[in-house]
């Protein structure tokens, strides 16, 4: 069943084009613009840009599941889906994986064509993979849980913009932030975006492992929450 959503996920061409095809171009006006200058302590602007702008990217990939779950098991298919012989839970987990698995792999693509066009300083391909994993699973509890949360999946896509559009904004990549503790708590520690481009970034410096460790653990966290509540709602809802 993973293998059948990871089909009908590669056939959405107007998802990887707002996903993976919009991003790159940004990047790379971006990238032409900026050039090689250096930002503070020493990291190229471009690379902060590049890095946070995929990490919020990555969010958005939630979307495939929430439409997905909606037509399936909420509405259009519904019923041809409960009649079959399979197991809904089963069904709704493979949905889930398939679309962690293809957001995962849309975020190395882009990775790869930064470092590769860019020199995108993204250390080990390998932790790099594992922190868009568990952010992409983040992603889709978050979209798991707004879609049995609301009834109306246009509102609940609304709902998903502005959370995702908000956690870009509290990054400061946008704009400067206020000086004040809760602006800077959230642009690093109480912010999922945040956290991916900490647990990327930090691992690069010497003295940084620590602190990406510890952004890698507190997404795990609030990941583990959604997943909890999604699991409750989803009982309610789908049984």
């Not at 990775?111 to 080990?124: K, P, Q």
């Not at 647990?199 to 795990?220: C, N, P």
Request: proline share 4%; glycine share 8%.
């Amino acid at each position: 069943m993973t293998s059948f959503s990871l089909l009908r996920l590669i056939r959405e061409p107007i998802g990887q084009l707002l996903l993976v095809i919009l991003p790159l171009v940004i990047i790379s006006v971006l990238g032409l613009v900026i050039g090689p200058y250096q930002g503070m302590e020493g990291v190229p602007p471009l690379d902060l840009t590049a890095i946070t702008t995929i990490m919020g990217v990555q969010f958005f990939g939630g979307t495939y599941l929430m439409s997905y779950l909606d037509s399936d098991l909420l509405k259009t298919r519904r019923w041809r889906i409960y009649s079959l012989p399979i197991n809904v839970t089963v069904y709704s987990s493979s949905l889930i994986l398939a679309c962690t698995l293809f957001s995962t792999l849309q975020g190395l693509v882009m990775v790869l064509f930064t470092s590769l066009v860019f020199g995108v300083a993204w250390g080990s391909f390998g932790w790099v993979l594992m922190v868009f994993f568990i952010f992409s699973i983040f992603a889709q509890s978050v979209h798991l849980l707004l879609t049995l949360a609301v009834n109306n999946i246009k509102l609940a896509e609304r709902f998903s913009e502005i959370i995702g559009l908000g956690f870009l904004i509290l990054t400061g990549l946008m704009f400067p932030l206020p000086n004040h503790p809760f602006f800077h708590f959230m642009s690093s520690y109480g912010n999922p975006i945040s956290l991916g481009k900490m647990a990327v970034m930090e691992i690069l410096e010497e003295d940084g492992q620590g602190i990406a460790y510890l952004g890698i653990t507190i997404l795990l966290a609030f990941t583990l929450i959604c997943m909890v509540i999604s699991a409750w709602l989803g009982r309610r809802k789908l049984a």
